[in-house]
C-alpha cells in the first residue's frame, strides 16, 4: 500500500485519486477491516457507537482489559465530583474509537492524502485500545512523588502485552509483534523511528491526539461540568493533516478556532476539576500515606495486581493505628473528610514562595511541612501530629507545551502559538504556573486553630534558608 498519495495541484483531482485508491484497498482487502467494516457496536457516553470487529472483541474479552472496567479513570476526583466514576475500560474504548477517525481523516485529505500500511495502522489501533492497559488505581497521583519502589504503569503493560492471552492475541489475529507496541506506547522519543511511525507517534501522543480528545470531553461529562465538551470535536477532526516536514499531526486552517478551544477546554478542566483544591486535597492525602507505606515494597508491589476496591482494601489495613490513618480514613472510610485548605499561592499570587516549592522532590516537601508544623505548634492550642499539616505543590515533571503546526492555504505551515493569543497565553509554562497551585492543608479539627494564622512567613523562611540542603 501506498504510503503518500500525491497527484498534481487541484484538490477535486486529489480526492478522486484518494476515493478511488480507497475502494480499491478495501475491495482487496488491503485495509484493516476496523476502518470500513464491523460486525457489532458498543454503545459508550454520550451516546457514541464503537464499531466492532470480531478481533477487537477478542482483545476487549481479555481479562486484562476487562480489569480496566473495574479502574476508574478519574480516581480521587469523584469525591469531589460524584458523578466522575467512569472506568478507563470506557475511556479506552473512546480513543479506539478516535484512533480509527484520525486514520480515515488522514486517507481523506485532499491535499495530502496519507495512508498508513496495514501493519502500521494496525498497530495504531490496537495501541489507542491498549494505551491504558498498564494503569492500576490512582496510579498517577502516586508516580507523581516518585517513589522508587513503586510500580510504574509503562512496565506493567510491557507484562500484560506479553502475558499468553494477549500475546498470542495479537501475533495471531493482528500478525503484531508486543514488544513492538510495548515500544510504541513508552512516552518520549524513539530514535531512528520511521516516517509513519514518528506520524503515528504524535496522534497517541501529541497536542491533539486520541487521548487527549477523549478524556477532555469523557470526564466533562461524567464530571458533570461543560468545560471539557465546549470545542468542536469533529471540526477538529476533519481539519487533521500532516506537517511533512516534521512527520507530526498537524491541522488545516479550518481547525484553528477548534484547536484554541481546545486548548481553552484542557486550562479550564484542570483549573475546576483536575486541579481543583478539594481534589488535590485529597491527593496530598493519598500521597502522604504512600509515602508512609514507601518501605513496605511488597505492598506496593502488589498494588500494580489491584483493582480499586482491593486497593482501597489494602490501604486501610496498611494504616489501622497508624499516624496517617486519618488520611486513608478520610478518603477510603464510611465518611468522606477531607483535609482543609488552609493557604495557597500561585505564580501571580506570590511567585517567589511557588517557585521554591514548585517541583521540589517530594521527600522534601514532607520535611519542610513537618518543620513547619514545629515551627508553628507554640501557636497552635490543639496537638499537631506529624501527618496533620500537607503541603501539596506542582509535580517535578512540566506539562508538555503545545507545540502544533497549522498547514496555511498556500501550503506552508506555522506555530499555531503565532497565530492565536488564546494559545500563547494559555499554553504556555504559565500553565503549570496559574494552575498548578502550590497549596497547605491541615486536618479537618485543627481548620479553625489555624484560621489566623499566616503560614508564608515561615514558609519563606524554611526555603529561603534552603533547609533541606
Known amino acids: 500500500m501506498t504510503s503518500l498519495l500525491r497527484c498534481g495541484r487541484h484538490p477535486t483531482l486529489f480526492y478522486r485519486v484518494v476515493q478511488r485508491e480507497r475502494s480499491r484497498l478495501i475491495q482487496s482487502g488491503g485495509m484493516i477491516p476496523e476502518l470500513h467494516s464491523h460486525t457489532s457496536i458498543l454503545r459508550i457516553s454520550p451516546e457514541v457507537d464503537v464499531p466492532i470487529t470480531p478481533r477487537v472483541r477478542r482483545l476487549v474479552d481479555t481479562a486484562a482489559f476487562r480489569r480496566l472496567a473495574r479502574i476508574s479513570q478519574l480516581g480521587l476526583v469523584a469525591l469531589v465530583y460524584p458523578g466522575a466514576t467512569h472506568s478507563r475500560f470506557e475511556h479506552s474504548l473512546g480513543v479506539y474509537r478516535n484512533a480509527i477517525d484520525f486514520l480515515k481523516q488522514l486517507a481523506h485529505d485532499p491535499l495530502a492524502p496519507r495512508v498508513f500500511s496495514d501493519r502500521d495502522a494496525a498497530l495504531f489501533v490496537v495501541a489507542g485500545l491498549l494505551h491504558d492497559i498498564g494503569h492500576w488505581p490512582y496510579c498517577h497521583t502516586i508516580e507523581d512523588i516518585k517513589l522508587v519502589h513503586l510500580p510504574k504503569h509503562e512496565i506493567l503493560a510491557e507484562r500484560l502485552l506479553r502475558h499468553r492471552e494477549l500475546a498470542h492475541l495479537l501475533r495471531t489475529d493482528w500478525d503484531l509483534d508486543p514488544e513492538d507496541i510495548a515500544q510504541f506506547l513508552k512516552p518520549g522519543h524513539t530514535p531512528n523511528v520511521s516516517e509513519s511511525r514518528s506520524i503515528l507517534r504524535s496522534m497517541l501522543s501529541g497536542p491533539v491526539d486520541i487521548d487527549k480528545l477523549d478524556y477532555l470531553e469523557r470526564d466533562s461529562l461524567h464530571a458533570g461540568v461543560p468545560y471539557g465538551r465546549n ?84 490501604l486501610l489495613e496498611a494504616s489501622r493505628g ?106 504556555t509554562r504559565q500553565f503549570d504556573e496559574l494552575v498548578k497551585r502550590v497549596r497547605v492543608f491541615v486536618a479537618p479539627n485543627l481548620r479553625e486553630a489555624f484560621r489566623k494564622v499566616d503560614v508564608r512567613p515561615v514558609l519563606r523562611e524554611l526555603t529561603g534558608n534552603d533547609l533541606l540542603q
Open 231 to 314: 470545542f468542536d470535536r469533529n471540526r477538529l477532526v476533519h481539519s487533521l493533516c500532516v506537517d511533512t516536514l516534521r512527520h507530526r499531526l498537524a491541522i488545516s486552517e479550518k481547525g484553528k478556532t477548534a484547536a484554541e478551544m481546545m486548548v481553552f477546554a484542557r486550562y479550564v478542566m484542570f483549573s475546576e476539576v483536575y486541579w481543583h483544591h478539594a481534589v488535590r486535597s485529597a491527593t496530598a492525602m493519598l500521597q502522604r500515606a504512600v509515602f508512609e507505606l514507601r518501605d513496605n515494597e511488597d505492598l506496593a508491589t502488589a498494588w500494580a495486581d489491584m483493582d480499586d476496591a482491593t486497593m482501597q482494601e489494602s
Open 322 to 427: 497508624k499516624s496517617f490513618e486519618p488520611c486513608v480514613l478520610g478518603l477510603f472510610g464510611l465518611r468522606r473528610n477531607l483535609f482543609k485548605r488552609i493557604a495557597q499561592f500561585d505564580n501571580l499570587s506570590d511567585p517567589d514562595l511557588h517557585r521554591s516549592l514548585a517541583r521540589r522532590p517530594y521527600h522534601e516537601i514532607v520535611a519542610i511541612a513537618r518543620e513547619l508544623s514545629r515551627r508553628l505548634q507554640p501557636s497552635i492550642d490543639i496537638p499537631i501530629g506529624e501527618n496533620d499539616l500537607l503541603i501539596d505543590t506542582p509535580p517535578i515533571g512540566l506539562e508538555v507545551q503545545f507545540d502544533l503546526q497549522v498547514r496555511m492555504r498556500d501550503g506552508s505551515f506555522r506555530p499555531l502559538s503565532d497565530l492565536s493569543p488564546v494559545v500563547q497565553s494559555l499554553a
